[in-house]
């Protein structure tokens, strides 16, 4: 089965700067997907990046970007140049290939300090 | 273009209430699931289904029944309903055979009193 630990349950970080979300995984599965989803207040669940295990490459969407460390199983989510809109819960998620069922982690809430 | 729709976005009922929660996609979609969310948990998954006429459980399916008589349509139905089902749902769906990632609806917030 697969697991998604997020131990973060809140982060803060002051517009502008950089803010690193953490997230371990746990699978048995050779090919599997990763992603963060971003939840604002209003409820709606967003895809902000997504990474395919098979591939080495880290994958980078504007300002954010993640760091896929395979043989630790570490998924990390950077998000640059932080802005009040990226105040946030966040979730990190694992699937089997084929993107179907998702196992999510715990969640972080994000606060963006003006 | 209206993606995943779900209705409705808010309900309460009382214990023993029967329930069902709509859940429509216009995008021929095979796939579709349900997700509750509660505090600290994120979200798990409470049933799918890969085509009409095909569903299965998921993590969490004690509790909810669901049917997929349509492409279109997975309603998710409490029968009798109870304070620990308090949550809020999501439906998703994606296209099967494809990496692409899944469509969530808005969610619906339930309460059971």
């Known amino acids: 089965a697969q697991t998604v630990t997020q131990s973060q349950p809140e982060m803060s970080v002051q517009e502008a700067e950089t803010v690193t979300l953490s997230c371990t995984y746990d699978?048995?599965?050779?090919?599997?997907?990763l992603f963060w989803y971003k939840q604002p207040p209003s409820r709606q669940m967003i895809l902000v990046i997504r990474?395919?295990?098979?591939?080495?490459q880290n994958a980078t969407e504007n300002r954010f970007s993640v760091n896929f460390q395979k043989a630790a199983k570490s998924f990390s989510l950077k998000i640059s140049d932080s802005q009040l809109g990226d105040a946030a819960m966040y979730f990190c998620?694992?699937?089997?290939?084929?993107?179907?069922?998702?196992?999510f982690g715990q969640g972080t809430r994000l606060t963006i300090n003006p | 273009n209206a993606g995943v729709t779900q209705t409705p976005k808010f309900q309460v009922l009382k214990t023993g209430q029967s329930m069902t929660l709509q859940c429509a996609q216009d995008?021929?979609?095979?796939?579709m699931s349900w997700y509750r969310q509660d505090p600290g948990m994120g979200l798990r998954l409470i049933h799918y289904?890969?085509?009409?006429?095909?569903?299965d459980q998921g993590e969490v399916p004690n509790g909810y029944n669901v049917s997929r008589s349509t492409t279109e349509d997975f309603p998710l139905r409490l029968l009798s309903a109870a304070p620990s089902q308090t949550s809020v749902y999501f439906c998703?769906?994606?296209?099967?055979?494809?990496?692409?990632?899944?469509?969530f609806g808005d969610g619906t917030r339930l309460s059971i009193l």
């Open positions: 699978t048995s599965e050779s090919d599997y997907y």
């Open positions: 998620a694992s699937s089997r290939e084929g993107a179907q069922k998702l196992v």
């Open positions: 990474q395919e295990a098979y591939k080495q």
């Open positions: 289904s890969v085509g009409a006429g095909i569903t």
């Open positions: 995008m021929n979609h095979e796939y």
């Open positions: 998703a769906s994606k296209r099967l055979g494809s990496n692409q990632p899944q469509h």
